[in-house]
């Protein structure tokens, strides 16, 4: 048998020897997607759109704007798959939400300079076929567009572990909590989940940085291009539908 004939060995994925973020327990699980069906569904009307462009196996990181403090729970719930967010690492110290962060298990992050253990724990869980949730504005939208500049971190993630990228919009945010309010207001939210994109296959000819760089110009297009001027919730189609 000469050499080209010989297979060629698996080359592991990045992050698949550290350990990835823990899940939460299984009752905490579906009490907290039990009360966020409540809330989301009575309280904030959201629809849920696109959702069958969430692959339901592999690593896939969901990228969306930021318009309410509410935002995982609202971006998660278009999926039966657990969504592992990247949190500001700040935010755990806030009373109440800092808790349900810890409790639904979180990868806290610094944002300007994260830490090798927070970037190793996100690849890690990418390569054992999870799902790893973004904000790429790093912090919550100040208006009802996109805060510039956006983070090139999810594009650089997702182009180097090979995960898809599902860019999610989230319209109709800052009509009902505002980053300005301490309580939200009763409203509606639509989200809508864009077709995915495989970053593996994005520019491949260019450097990381500079592929990093067009990929997030793509995401928010794609992302800001269906957010209205005016803040309201936008549908696509049939409301409700997915």
């Known amino acids: 048998m000469n050499d080209s004939s010989r297979e060629r060995p698996v080359r592991k994925r990045i992050g698949s020897h550290y350990p990835p973020a823990d899940l939460p327990i299984p009752?905490?699980?579906?009490?907290?997607?039990?009360?966020?069906?409540?809330?989301?569904?009575?309280?904030?009307?959201?629809?849920?759109?696109?959702?069958?462009?969430?692959?339901?196996?592999?690593?896939?990181?969901?990228?969306?704007?930021?318009?309410?403090?509410?935002d995982p729970f609202i971006v998660a719930f278009g999926t039966k798959r657990w969504v592992t967010w990247l949190a500001f690492e700040d935010a755990l110290a806030?009373?109440?939400?800092?808790?349900?962060?810890?409790?639904?298990?979180?990868?806290?992050?610094?944002?300007?300079?994260?830490?090798a253990s927070q970037i190793k724990a996100a690849y890690a869980t990418l390569a054992h076929d999870r799902v790893l949730g973004l904000f790429f504005e790093g912090e919550r939208s100040f208006t009802d567009g996109?805060?510039?500049?956006?983070?090139?971190?999810?594009?650089?993630?997702?182009?180097?572990?090979g995960a898809t990228l599902v860019p999610v919009t989230v319209s109709g945010g800052r009509r009902i909590w505002a980053r300005e309010w301490s309580y939200p207001r009763p409203g509606r939210i639509v989200v809508r989940y864009h077709p995915p994109i495989d970053a593996a296959r994005w520019r491949p000819e260019l450097p990381l940085r500079a592929r990093a760089q067009l990929l997030t110009d793509e995401l928010a297009r794609v992302i800001g291009g269906a957010l209205p001027p005016d803040g309201a919730p936008r549908f696509y189609g049939r409301p409700g539908s997915g």
Not at 41 to 58: K, S, W
């Open 27 to 70: 009752v905490t699980e579906r009490l907290g997607r039990a009360v966020t069906r409540h809330v989301l569904r009575r309280f904030f009307g959201a629809d849920h759109i696109g959702t069958h462009h969430i692959p339901r196996t592999g690593p896939v990181i969901l990228v969306s704007n930021h318009p309410t403090i509410s």
């Open 146 to 161: 996109l805060n510039r500049p956006l983070k090139p971190g999810a594009a650089r993630i997702a182009i180097r572990s």
């Open 94 to 115: 806030w009373p109440g939400f800092g808790d349900i962060m810890r409790l639904y298990r979180v990868i806290p992050l610094k944002i300007e300079r994260p830490r």
